[in-house]
């Protein structure tokens, strides 16, 4: 199946530095998604992407999709403690048929941690 | 967006046991989704449900080991049947709403 690269896996910065974090495919992908998840909750929504090279803000976030479709990348600016989590981006390929979300392909993570 | 309630939010369960996890939405859906993350993993989708027909598997997954219900566009149940130690999960339920997918806030499953 389609699988989605990741990266980079954790980062650990201090309070009020920039982040950035990237996700590839070898396939395109129609609808780019980037999910928080907290300790204990489910995965939270960010920002919905669903065209080549869209650029969306949500404060302090910035998520774009790739002009090939294969890629997507989230940027965190000016971070602050409560970013504390795991982003995951998600991918919802064009042969998945309908509205068929539950179709979507999820990277494996990137784990970030914010030092005060 | 909607609403999703899940129940219980957590449970340690004994080794042959089964568990049936509850997915609550606040507004009607066609299609719901359960999902499996394992520690330290990215979600794997167990099944899609449809009210009114059996629910479809990913590969993987058999209805024997999660036996889905879906009695209305509302509400669906997951069971988890003769856990073992390798079912300890977070299970979570998704709807697709306003263009995207959104999850509840998943049940932690520890067999022991």
């Known amino acids: 199946g389609q699988q989605l690269n990741q990266s980079p896996q954790s980062m650990f910065i201090q309070e009020g530095e920039d982040v950035s974090m990237n996700c590839t495919s070898s396939?395109?992908?129609?609808?780019w998604l980037w999910y928080k998840q907290d300790p204990g909750e489910g995965p939270v929504l960010l920002i919905a992407?669903?065209?080549?090279?869209e650029l969306t803000s949500n404060g302090r976030l910035t998520a774009q999709f790739g002009i090939t479709r294969k890629d997507s990348f989230l940027n965190i600016s000016a971070s602050i403690p409560s970013d504390v989590g795991i982003y995951f981006c998600a991918g919802l390929s064009p042969h998945a048929g309908g509205t068929s979300y539950g179709k979507l392909t999820f990277g494996q993570g990137t784990i970030l941690t914010v030092h005060p | 967006s909607a609403v999703i309630s899940q129940k219980p939010s957590r449970d340690i369960c004994q080794r042959g046991t089964s568990l049936t996890i509850q997915c609550q939405v606040d507004?009607?859906?066609?299609?719901m989704f359960w999902y499996r993350q394992q520690p330290g993993q990215s979600l794997t989708l167990i099944a899609t449900a449809n009210q009114g027909s059996e629910a479809t598997y990913e590969s993987g997954f058999v209805i024997d080991k999660f036996p889905i219900s879906r009695p209305n566009l509302t509400f669906s149940t997951l069971t988890v049947s003769n856990m073992s130690p390798e079912d300890s999960s977070i299970y979570l339920c998704?709807?697709?709403?306003?263009?995207?997918?959104?999850f509840g806030n998943g049940t932690r499953l520890t067999v022991t």
């Open positions: 396939s395109i992908f129609n609808t």
């Open positions: 992407l669903y065209k080549a090279g």
């Open positions: 998704s709807v697709e709403d306003l263009g995207a997918l959104h």
């Open positions: 507004s009607q859906v066609t299609m």
